[in-house]
């Protein structure tokens, strides 16, 4: 059993021993690990919220046509150790200094998170040090408060590779979830349509997520293919990408047919369907977050006056002039991590840790 204790309700519990070591009533640093998926991140923060130190290791998930598993558990297990000692000589600490580890535990790849919180575990068992488990998706909503002053409540917008969500937070651990993904997230379709459009094969795409290639390829159309948009039928804020990913299919099918290309030639129009592509999730994002709003409105709740969007796809600046234009409507600001903040990092799991 790990030594020490465990942050609960947004209080800390600290034990007589810890007390009484003299570096904690001088200066506290705590120490972030994140694994959930194919980032190994750690990170070094003291009391007052500044980065003493961070370190990220990624994986070239592209080259494997996504994320696995098992190889992601096994990269974990080799990095961890490198990340975290590099992340400690960056901040100029010794393990000895730290007075806290806080750790991702939920949710995520079952396998990266063992070797996340097991080395955590090791960790705390050997210097005994407390453990602070962290919400993966927690840590990405309360990220922007790190770089910008927000108060509760707000409403969050999480869009990432694994996760699509809207959520009112009105406290550190305290989020009201207005809607979800009823199937896929929209990483996985971006991820998934470059990859049906080849993508990765463009010159200088070989190893860049599928988002960013459907970002850049986007850029340069000189048109868009239009899509239809999700679930407009349905007066709620839940999300749905799966026919995006189908209609995607299908007019690459299509064209593939009437063209006559082989398997391994590129759509004449590819930037054109990159456009279509990410203005239809663009269009669904912003569709759901004007519905949230709207029922906060209907609810009375008047003073939610910052939407906060974070995660991965969050770092489509596409994507981002979209929802702006709704936080404008609306009379909100829209407030953003700065984007090596959306993606998994060791930074916002410290930076939970020591808000909690």
């Known amino acids: 059993m790990v030594s020490g204790v465990f942050c609960r309700h947004g209080r800390h519990l600290l034990s007589t021993r810890l007390l009484a070591r003299s570096p904690l009533l001088h200066r506290s640093l705590i120490l972030g690990l994140e694994t959930s998926c194919d980032d190994t991140g750690a990170c070094v923060i003291d009391l007052s919220g500044k980065v003493l130190g961070e370190s990220l290791s990624t ?6 046509g996504g994320v696995i598993p098992t190889f992601a558990m096994t990269f974990h297990a080799q990095r961890i150790e490198g990340v975290v000692s590099d992340c400690l000589t960056k901040a100029g600490v010794r393990v000895e200094d730290l007075t806290a580890i806080a750790v991702t535990n939920r949710p995520g790849l079952k396998g990266p998170l063992i070797v996340g919180t097991d080395y955590a575990k090791y960790l705390c068992m050997k210097h005994q040090l407390p453990m602070i488990p962290v919400h993966h998706m927690e840590a990405h909503a309360l990220t922007a408060r790190l770089v910008t002053p927000i108060q509760f409540p707000f409403l969050v917008l999480l869009i990432s590779g694994g996760h699509c ?7 550190l651990d305290q989020f009201t979830l207005l809607g979800t993904s009823v199937d896929n997230s929209p990483g996985e379709a971006l991820d998934k349509c470059a990859r049906r459009l080849g993508l990765h094969n463009l010159p200088g795409l070989r ?3 599928g988002g960013k290639a459907v970002e850049l390829t986007a850029a340069k159309a000189k048109g868009m293919v239009e899509f239809p948009v999700p679930m407009r039928q349905y007066r709620d804020c839940r999300f749905s990408f799966a026919g995006v990913k189908a209609a995607i299919n299908d007019h690459a099918m299509r064209e593939e047919k009437r063209l006559g290309l082989d398997a391994d030639q590129m759509l004449p129009d590819v930037e054109d369907v990159c456009a279509g592509l990410q203005y239809t999730i663009t269009k669904h994002l912003c569709e759901r977050v004007q ?12 003073e939610v006056s910052t939407l906060v969007v974070s995660g991965g796809v969050a770092s489509n600046m596409f ?3 979209g929802l702006n234009t709704v936080a404008t409507h609306f009379g909100m600001e829209a407030v953003y991590p700065p984007p090596r903040l959306c993606t998994d990092n060791g930074v916002m799991i410290a930076w939970n840790g020591l808000e909690r």
């Open 291 to 302: 519905r949230g709003v709207e029922f906060l409105q209907y609810q009375g709740m008047k």
């Open 165 to 171: 969500l809207l959520a009112l937070a009105t406290a």
């Open 207 to 209: 190893d860049v997520s």
């Open 319 to 321: 994507i981002r002039q």
């Open 59 to 64: 994986q070239l998930s592209s080259r494997m």
